[in-house]
């Protein structure tokens, strides 16, 4: 009888690109179909074809929106997926907004490239029409052999741990996605997974720590406070989904407190506008001092000196504001959007700032930035780094190693096998050893499209 097995299709040596294949007796699931990101969104990888057959794959778990999960759904629709793609309800509307906003970027690549488009309108809708969505917390038949059920994994909006039985085997598989760096400034705290046979596991930040929390905020105020009374602007380049939302609530509360003084902050990002009002449609969601401040009457994500840039126009206009300002644009690793005008005009100033408050992907924008490269391009053109560079690790969305090896051994000791994926190679290698001499656990960081049997 055949078995089940396990493939890493996708977000292996990679923190992006997640895509995992579980075969079972009856038929191929797949978890997560996201884009491998970096410089140009790796497009080549990208386009290359899937190691599986997309029309046998009868049903697709998402464990939340980010595009390094999401971003290939169309593609996969587009060469004969027909089969249900499961999320919770959070994650199907962000998804929409961002499938849709990525679509006319990688068709502007393609076109520059000379390729064809990766996929159309029509390949988005028609996934949408196969969505599927699920509360937290319910449990659901998914084939005869396998249910499913999924748990808060606290990274942004709607994430999931997926758990699924494998009812011919007595197991359980957990694919964790993203998992959240608890306690997050919005959202509820990550759920453990306490019953899980096997788990695969993200690694972003498997082999370093962050700031604490404290030192995070901190580091903030006295970036924002000094920029300020030096006049000068700081660029923040921000995911739209989460990171956005979180530094709009912190820059609330400083402004409030009055540690800050009430300057211009622009809100650069039509993307991020659009999900901030997801955000603000899903408050249950959110942490219970978060929603004790919004019903005491507190905007979360507004506040004095808050301007929402519409326009290509006002976005160019902002050079113009004298003064000392904040720009919060995307994209978050600089490999589009409109935060590249930004760092072309700022970069070179040595009284701005730029401040990064996520991972940048090797070969993004955003890491040559980080890494102080002595010159770059943007939009064909060579800037020199003059500016500042600024980096806060604490308002990643991600666990970091210590966290990440607590989160573990809550599974202990029914827990058989860690698949260690989701990061650079370096990042799952130390992850895995942490997980083997500290806990145990049989750790693995699998090879790409190797067959695992479970």
Not at 3 to 15: H, P, R
Not at 50 to 73: C, E, N, Q
Not at 380 to 387: L, Q, T
């Amino acid at each position: 009888m055949k078995g089940y097995t396990l493939t890493g299709c996708g977000g292996i040596a990679n923190a992006t690109g997640a895509n995992f294949l579980l075969r079972t007796p009856e038929t191929d699931i797949l978890v997560d179909c996201g884009l491998v990101q970096g410089s140009h969104f790796a497009m080549d990888e990208n386009r290359s074809a899937f190691p599986y057959d997309p029309t046998k794959v009868s049903h697709l778990f998402i464990t939340h929106a980010h595009m390094d999960h999401i971003g290939r759904i169309p593609k996969l629709v587009k060469e004969g997926f027909s089969g249900t793609i499961h999320s919770t309800a959070e994650t199907k509307e962000l998804a929409a907004i961002m499938l849709d906003d990525a679509q006319a970027l990688l068709a502007r690549e393609a076109r520059e490239s000379g390729h064809d488009p990766l996929y159309g309108p029509d390949d988005i809708a028609r996934a949408l029409l196969l969505w599927r969505t699920y509360p937290y917390h319910e449990a659901f038949e998914v084939t005869k052999d396998v249910s499913a059920y999924m748990r808060d994994a606290g990274h942004i909006l709607g994430s999931a741990i997926v758990e699924l039985t494998l009812k011919g085997a007595g197991k359980k598989i957990a694919f964790t996605g993203d998992l959240g760096n608890s306690p997050t400034p919005l959202l509820r705290d990550t759920e453990y997974v306490t019953d899980a046979d096997y788990m695969v596991i993200e690694s972003v930040y498997g082999d370093r720590n962050h700031e604490p929390k404290d030192v995070r905020d901190a580091k903030l105020r006295d970036v924002l406070v000094n920029a300020v009374k030096r006049g000068g602007t700081v660029v923040i380049p921000a995911f739209s989904m989460e990171r956005t939302q979180v530094i709009l609530y912190a820059i609330n509360n400083l402004i409030e407190s009055g540690t800050l003084p009430e300057v211009p902050v622009f809100l650069d990002s039509p993307l991020a506008i659009k999900i901030t009002q997801v955000y603000r449609s899903h408050t249950s969601n959110f942490n219970d001092k978060v929603k004790g401040e919004i019903r005491g009457g507190d905007d979360i994500f507004d506040f004095p000196g808050l301007r929402v840039v519409s326009s290509h126009q006002e976005s160019e206009s902002i050079i113009r504001v004298k003064g000392p300002k904040i720009i919060i644009a995307g994209s978050g690793m600089s490999v589009g959007g409109r935060v590249l005008h930004h760092e072309r005009n700022y970069l070179s100033d040595p009284n701005a700032t730029i401040l990064l408050v996520g991972y940048q992907v090797p070969g993004s924008l955003g890491r040559l930035i980080e890494e102080r490269a002595s010159k770059i391009v943007i939009d064909g053109a060579y800037v020199k780094i003059r500016a500042r560079i600024d980096k806060i690790s604490g308002f990643s969305s991600h666990k970091d190693s210590n966290n990440l090896v607590e989160f573990v051994s809550h599974a202990q000791p029914k827990l058989s096998t860690c698949f260690v994926a989701m990061g650079e190679t370096k990042s799952s290698s130390f992850l895995a050893q942490r997980l083997r001499a500290e806990l145990g656990v049989n750790a693995i960081v699998p090879e790409k499209n190797k067959e695992y049997s479970l």
